[in-house]
């Protein structure tokens, strides 16, 4: 199989997996229990806390392991708003643009009494700036931007969306899950960050939130007290191990790797943009090294990746039936794509697995299985 | 998610494309949803007199599911009098697919609305009595086309700006 669904998950590095093991079968105590067992696997804990902090230039307590990037989102808008709420704030600020899991998060905390401001995007997905600066008003309590889309690739101007929050006084949170190993990752002025493990060659069931300790949260999971009071729950600490190891490799080889897959990615890019009637989504430039985003006219997204299957080659698409709500993505709507590209897009993300001749198979076979499924399409006829 | 039946349907539809001469035409979905069915009928007189649908070919813009749905229904339909087509229903195709995941039964709806429609569209065009339960049926489909175009009007907009540009 040709894998080139990256962005959905990612195959886990042999060193991660080395370094996982004793935890479950030889340092496998709780890492609260007071003996020896315990304690080493607290020490195991606390060193990759540290090594991830270093690695973010934060300070250790400003580290909240939990269990992925959804949790960790969800921890920072709702447990913010939380708090937000003792002091009379109840606005929130996030893109269009977000995972589901904060745009869900955000229409939850809605329908229960806060205000949501959900920022346009341009064509190319990036964050109006000048629409951000004017939502803001004396009741935010929080802006949440992703600092890099997970569909179309687009790298947000996380800088100047900082500076227009540190002007304001605004906290600003962003889901840095897509973006972390694959481009400089800043955490200046920024005061909470999401990520995750596995899309970095890490486990599954494993994510933190970075937060500064300046800002105080409502915790979602109430226990025993676990990760400075604000995620009660028996630390999975080999996941962590997993987690510190992926990101520490990730950040080594991120100058090499993200050369060399901008390299496919625009390989892919130019080929694919031969065919006729083909869009590229997102910025040609400004996008993550290893993402690619089309539309093919009068193809149907979900048809798409089921052909590339046959061929072996796993790729995604935000096409409406892929959905259960059987309507297009919500990226792809907010960059004003008409229903034709919408329902008709393929995302390829690649990784640090991927070889050149993979690449190369897939844009032999992708125009052929293009023409197919617009030789039995009624308007690719009717056009002609 | 799909049964083996959907994929083999998908590897190789039967009698896709168009008909140039075709008694009667069904068009249906729209392309909002992501779904669209163009069904071409070619209508006969059999050695016994009675109307048979003797050729059938059908375009679908869509996913798995209505490209397979669109194959069935073809391969169903085909030989059939014009009442016998009538009387199929989506749980046919269900059926003959071994199975449709739920979110996808409305493409099995589809492909029947299709065909029906095309025998609506011969019927019409040949002066000849709707049977009631075809009207009612034509009747919805229109008012179903009308609810969608009124509920996604500005998506749909964006379409006919950008493909007039084109």
């Known amino acids: ?384 | 998610m799909y049964t083996e039946e959907v994929m083999k349907h998908f590897r190789n539809p039967l009698n896709m494309g168009k008909l140039e001469d075709a008694s009667g035409v069904g068009k249906v979905g729209n392309i909002v949803c992501g779904d669209v069915m163009w069904l071409y009928i070619k209508v006969v007189k059999n050695s016994e007199g009675k109307e048979i649908i003797d050729d059938i070919k059908w375009q679908t813009f869509g996913c798995v599911a209505a490209i397979a749905t669109s194959s069935v229904v073809s391969e169903i339909a085909r030989g059939k009098t014009i009442e016998e087509a009538i009387a199929l229903s989506n749980e046919d195709i269900v059926r003959k697919l071994k199975g449709l995941p739920p979110i996808k039964i409305h493409c099995s709806l589809l492909a029947v609305d299709a065909l029906h429609e095309a025998i609506y569209d011969y019927l019409k065009k040949h002066n000849r009595p709707i049977p009631e339960k075809l009207e009612q049926k034509h009747q919805k489909i229109l008012k179903d086309m009308a609810e969608i175009e009124a509920r996604y009007k500005d998506f749909i907009d964006l379409e006919k700006k950008i493909g007039n540009s084109r």
Request: charged fraction near 25%; aromatic fraction near 6%.
């Open chain 1, 1 to 384: 199989m040709i894998y080139f669904d990256n962005a959905a998950t990612t195959r886990m590095r042999p060193e991660v997996i080395k370094a996982m093991m004793p935890f479950f079968d030889k340092s496998y105590g709780n890492a609260s229990s007071l003996h020896d067992l315990g304690q080493n696997a607290r020490a195991a804990l606390e060193a990759s806390r540290e090594s991830i902090a270093k690695i973010l230039s934060v300070e250790p307590n400003e580290i909240i392991f939990c269990s992925c990037a959804t949790e960790a989102n969800n921890l920072a808008l709702k447990g913010l708003a939380f708090e937000a709420k003792k002091e009379g704030k109840n606005h929130l600020i996030v893109s269009k643009i977000e995972h589901h899991c904060v745009l869900n998060a955000a229409e939850w905390l809605e329908q229960n009494g806060f205000d949501v401001t959900y920022l346009p995007v341009d064509s190319y997905g990036f964050v109006d700036l000048g629409k951000l600066e004017n939502s803001i008003n004396d009741k935010t309590f929080l802006v949440s931007v992703m600092y890099a889309n997970n569909e179309i690739g687009t790298i947000e101007p996380i800088k100047e969306i900082a500076e227009i929050c540190a002007a304001k006084g605004v906290p600003l949170h962003t889901d840095a899950v897509q973006a972390f190993g694959k481009i400089p990752v800043e955490t200046k002025g920024i005061s909470m960050m999401a990520l995750s493990a596995h899309k970095i060659y890490g486990p599954k069931g494993v994510g933190l939130l970075m937060k500064r300790s300046d800002i105080k949260l409502e915790p979602l999971l109430h226990g025993g007290g676990h990760e400075f009071n604000l995620r009660s729950g028996t630390e999975n600490v080999a996941g962590i191990v997993g987690f510190a190891k992926a990101l520490e490799l990730a950040l080594k080889e991120m100058p090499k790797e993200s050369k060399r897959q901008k390299e496919m990615r625009d390989e892919i890019i130019k080929r694919v943009l031969e065919i006729p009637e083909t869009r590229l989504n997102g910025h040609p430039k400004i996008r993550l090294p290893n993402n690619a985003n089309f539309s093919f006219r009068y193809v149907e997204g979900e048809s798409i990746i089921m052909k590339l299957n046959e061929h072996n080659i796993a790729a995604s698409t935000g096409s409406a039936c892929s959905s259960p709500k059987l309507e297009p993505s919500h990226v792809l709507l907010a960059l004003g794509l008409p229903p034709s590209d919408a329902h008709g897009s393929l995302r390829i993300s690649l990784g640090r697995y991927n070889k050149k001749r993979e690449v190369d198979y897939f844009c032999k076979v992708l125009p052929g299985i293009i023409d197919e499924l617009r030789s039995i399409s009624p308007f690719w006829k009717a056009k002609r």
